[in-house]
Each structure stands twice: as C-alpha cells, then as structure tokens.
C-alpha cells in the first residue's frame, strides 16, 4: 500500500489525501481476509496470479490485435537472386522449426539461468513460454477471449502459407510417412509462390484485425458453414503462419524524422517496423496475416524478413529468440546446390470459403476499422549511437534504469508531468510466471525531472497547459540547481528505480498483487473496495507511457501501439552500437507525438551523459 501511495503522489497528486484515507480502511477492513484468500490460492495452485493475470492483460481486452498488442519486428533484410532461392530460405527456416518442435515435444530445452538474489550462484528460470508459443491460439469471444492449449496429437502438423490475401495448408508431418523433406518444402512453397493474385480473393485474414467482439460474432457466422470449420481447424491448429508478401510499404510509412537510415532502396527502419506491425492496412498487405496465430514469419518481395505474434502466448524473450536462433542457423548453411528430386506429394491444399452476405459485411466492416487504425498509428524510430550501454555500465548504473529514467525526463519535458509508466518484469523466477510492472514514475524522478527542466521555456508551456503551477519561475530563462545537485537528484532516481527494477524481479511488484486482490474481492461476489474503485486506481492504472526492453542479438527493429488513446508504445533494443528506440502515438490525441517525443529523448540522452561526465572530472 505504501508503494501504491508512492504512485498516486507522482501520477494523482490531486487524489492523495482521498486515497489515503481508502488505503487505511481497506488495511484496517477487508484487506487481511483478501490477503488471506490470496494465499489459500496459492496452496491451491502452481501459480496463484498467471490465470488472472492472462485475463486482465490480454483476454478480456476488447481492442484490435494488430498494433494495440501484437508486437511486430523487422530483422536484417535478405539478399535472394531468385525466387527459388528465396523458397529454399522459408524451406530451411521451417525445417528448422521442426527440428525445434521436436525439441520442445521431448522437452529438451536447457533452463535459460540468471542470477540468484543473493548473488551467490544460477537460478534457472520457468520456460513454460517456450513450450507453449507452438501450441496456443487466441480464440475470439463475445465477453472475453480463450486461449486454446493445443493436444500435440492433433495440432501442429501442419504450416499455413499466406499469399495475395490466399491461405494455403501444407501438411509438414503424415502418419503414413514422417516429416515432408526441405526439397518437398522448396517445390510446395515454390507453387504457392507462382500462383498469380486473383482479384476476386475475399481478403478473410481482416477479420482477425477487428475488435475481439466483432470478429467474434463474424467467426459464428462462418461457422454454420462446414467448409468454414475446415479450414478454421486447420488455421487453428497450425504449427505457424508464413506470409509471403508481394508488396512493400510506400515512401508514406517511412520514418518521420528524415534520417538517412535507408534500410534497402527507398524503404526506411520505420517502414519496414510498420510492414511487420499491420502490413499497412487492407490496401497493402493487413489480410495477408491471421493475426490470433502466435507465430507469424513475413518474407517481403525486397528481403524484408520479419515477424509478428500473438502476444497473450508469451514475452518477446521466448519468441524472439526462437526466431533469432532459427534465422541464425538457417544463415549458416551453404548455398544450395540446386538439385531437388522431383515431389510427388499433393498440391498446398487452397483455403476456399463459403460467403454469407453477412460476412461480407464484416468483412467491411473489419476493413474500415483497420484501415482508420493503421492510419491513426503515429510511429517514429530512433536510432542513437552517441555512446552505448557500455557508456552506461562505467558510470555504475542499469542501462534499463539509465533508459527508464531518460523516457521519463522526455516525458516530463514533453508534457508537463508524469503519468503511469509500464515497463514488463519478467518473473520466470516463479514457475508459470510472465511479468509485473516495473514503473518508473517515482517521487524521485519527478523532482530529477523538474530540476533538469528548471527554465526550460517548452515544459514551462507544457506546464500551462496542464495548469501546473510553476511556483513564480515562470519565464525564468536560467537553471537554479547546481550541476552537483542535479547528480545528486539523478542518483536518487536511480537508486529508487534501481530497487523498483530488482522488487519487481524478485516477486515483489505490486501490480499484480493489488490485481490479485481485486480479482478476490469480485470473485467471492463480495463489494469491491473502495480503492479499486476510487478515480486515483484508474489514473495510476492508465498507462500513457508503455515501455519495454527488447534486446536481441542483431539490429533489429521492434515495436508496438500505445495501450491507451493518449498514450506512447516505447520499445528499445539496447545495441553495442547505441540504442534503438521505437516510438509510437495516435494521431487522434492530438497531444502526444512520436516525433518531437523521439527528438527530445534524443536531446535528453545527450544532455544526460553530458551531466555524468561533468560529475566524473569533477
């Protein structure tokens, strides 16, 4: 409780007297017998919070997969001189797929390790994730979504290849025969390859883009129609999706900042991060995807390699790197040699569908949504390479506490004040467990965000605008703290974030603990408490800055939408060579921008390290 006053003092100081009060009834009232439920739970179950929390973060969620919560991102491009040798790249990733399903069939995965708390020695971590991103598929609901656990015996042997708006089912494994071979694969892909755009192809994908509800209640209308079950079943039961792109993205989609960051011709890194995000919407390729299948691998015409997933499955970790290894390996191979034996295996069996009247209206309806969603997207990437985590680590500091704190600097600078701040905290310490929140928005860094902007005539608007009063230093055009006392401040952000970082780790974050005794309380059909219901829980728990560490081995581009209207998506892949931001907004807000957002962040990770090195030579 002490923590959650913490938050509502930075994000809802206006509420903190109120909440309070709240707080001291519910410790003194129904708080311990909640408390008490929580831990009967846990005797009960591997994990008391994994199921509540799948349901709160994803499952009950009403909005659109594609950009609220699908992450998408975009690898190093691939070089092909034909579209054999392209066929035979998808040939071998798959093959290696399958070698990695067999993998996780015998449950042969080495624990991932960090670690321990006491610093001592290795604590494995849960992979649970792992095993379970290849047998999951988000189902649509009318209340809520179902997440469906896949049997092994009957799901998984299957790929579907998307092309020109077309699904196609290729059988990877038979009963009569084993494994399909990666010359059998080279020529199936090959002839899904070759087959021409038929203008006539309802683009059925756009139905997994619409609100969950919506394409709910399109998915029972499908449904009366066996066709229609037949080819749901083999979408749900796939091993993955491939989409094979014919298109790219126009010059409209490139980064906003005008950098010279062309990532191949007149693409850019945002470009490409859009491509792999929503594939630019109905008129480009948004129905080329099945968006509730965890794992969907993108080969554009021009070498763009990429990937989206279903995340309710797992945490980018587990997906990311599957896809990373498998790339890394199928990089290795030698050039094929070009000789395949002739395959006497059936065609790709073609997805063909029975169309009511009424799915051609959600059909359009799907389309119209979408396509106002992806125009919405604001998306801005920044790549920084003034200095590195290396940079980082030698003045004894996290990178991610460094990140965390400069996002909240740019925040601050940008918009007056500090609003809930959701960073993911993997906690596979625990068995089945996913993430917490580490946020950022601490006491600590407010009062480090208004020194470092003391004069700052931008925040001084933004303050105006947000009727913050700025105690008589309005149109002050000079800095009051010393370099000194700005350091001290930042070390006790980063001392406060630091520990908020670590708690979260380590099981002691409070966010799904207060969810835990929310979902209590409505359970037993008792009356919810009155600080779940109070105005200040919702404002700690609007999410307008959402944040989150996704390094991966190379350079690659990664992102998501802002989980609110009024609110930024903040993915950033800590590199060698610096670090790459992803910044996203909605146009619609009017307030928040990707770009001046990236462009101050910028500006404040100079003016960061400008400010340490000043400390070193003093």
């Known amino acids: 409780m002490q923590k959650y006053l913490a938050q509502v003092e930075v994000v809802a100081p206006n509420h903190l007297e109120k909440t309070r009060h709240l707080v001291k009834a519910f410790l003194s009232g129904p708080g311990p017998k909640l408390q008490q439920r929580l831990v009967e739970r846990r005797q009960k179950m591997t994990n008391w ?195 094979i792109d014919d298109d790219i993205l126009p010059a409209t989609f490139n980064n906003p900042l005008k950098r010279e960051d062309r990532w191949i011709g007149d693409r850019d890194y945002a470009n490409v991060l859009h491509h792999a995000l929503h594939g630019g919407g109905s008129r480009h390729l948004g129905a080329n995807r099945w968006f509730d299948k965890t794992f969907h691998v993108i080969l554009g015409k021009d070498g763009m390699w990429g990937l989206t997933y279903e995340h309710s499955s797992g945490e980018a970790p587990a997906v990311f790197k599957a896809f990373e290894d498998l790339t890394e390996k199928v990089d290795s191979m030698p050039p094929p040699d070009g000789n395949f034996v002739p395959s006497h295996l059936a065609a790709p069996e073609k997805l063909e569908w029975h169309l009511s009247e009424q799915t051609l209206n959600h059909i359009r309806d799907a389309i119209t949504s979408f396509d106002s969603l992806v125009e919405d997207l604001d998306l801005c990437v920044l790549w920084f390479e003034d200095y590195s985590k290396d940079f980082v680590k030698a003045c004894r500091i996290s990178p991610d506490v460094y990140v965390q704190l400069a996002l909240q600097l740019t925040y601050f600078k940008v918009h007056g004040k500090l609003v809930a701040t959701y960073e993911s905290a993997g906690i596979r310490r625990y068995a089945l467990g996913r993430v917490d929140c580490i946020r950022a928005a601490s006491p600590e860094a407010l009062a480090w965000a208004k020194a470092m902007c003391q004069g700052d005539p931008e925040t001084q608007a933004a303050n105006e605008q947000n009727n913050i009063p700025d105690k008589g230093t309005k149109r002050v055009q000079f800095t009051i703290y010393s370099q000194e006392r700005l350091k001290e401040l930042f070390d006790l952000a980063v001392q406060r974030q630091t520990k908020e970082m670590n708690d979260n780790i380590n099981g002691q974050g409070i966010d799904n603990h207060l969810m835990g005794l929310h979902y209590a309380a409505k359970e037993a059909g008792e009356p919810v408490p009155g600080i779940f219901t109070d105005e200040a829980y919702g404002i700690v728990n609007h999410f307008a800055l959402s944040t989150s560490q996704v390094t991966t081995k190379n350079d690659a581009i990664i992102g998501y939408g802002p989980v609110v209207p009024d609110g930024y998506g903040c993915a950033y892949n800590m590199r060698k060579n610096g670090f790459i931001f992803a910044v996203t907004a909605f146009h619609s807000d009017g307030r928040t921008n990707a770009t001046k957002f990236a462009q101050t962040l910028e500006q404040n990770l100079r003016d960061i390290a400008r400010m340490l090195k000043h400390a070193l030579h003093q």
């Open 49 to 243: 919070a994994t199921d509540w929390w799948l349901k709160d973060m994803y499952l009950s969620v009403p909005l659109a997969l594609p950009i609220n919560s699908n992450p998408g991102l975009a690898a190093r491009p691939k070089r092909f001189s034909s579209q054999k040798d392209a066929a035979v790249f998808l040939a071998r990733f798959l093959t290696e797929l399958l070698n990695y399903q067999e993998l996780l069939d015998e449950n042969g995965l080495e624990p991932d390790k960090v670690k321990s708390k006491d610093g001592k020695g290795m604590q494995p971590l849960c992979m649970a994730q792992h095993y379970q991103i290849f047998r999951t598929y988000r189902r649509p609901g009318i209340n809520s979504d179902e997440q469906v656990v896949l049997d092994r015996a009957t799901s998984g042997n299957n790929i579907i290849i998307a092309h020109h708006n077309q699904f196609y089912s290729v059988p990877v494994r038979a009963p009569d025969r084993g494994r399909i071979t990666e010359s059998e694969l080279v020529q199936q892909i090959l002839s899904i390859m070759e087959t021409k755009a038929d203008p006539r192809t309802p683009p059925f994908g756009i139905l997994t883009t619409a609100k969950r509800p919506a394409w709910a209640k399109a998915r029972e209308e499908l449904l009366k129609h066996e066709r229609n079950r037949h080819n749901l079943d083999l979408l749900e039961c796939c091993l993955c999706v491939v989409c």
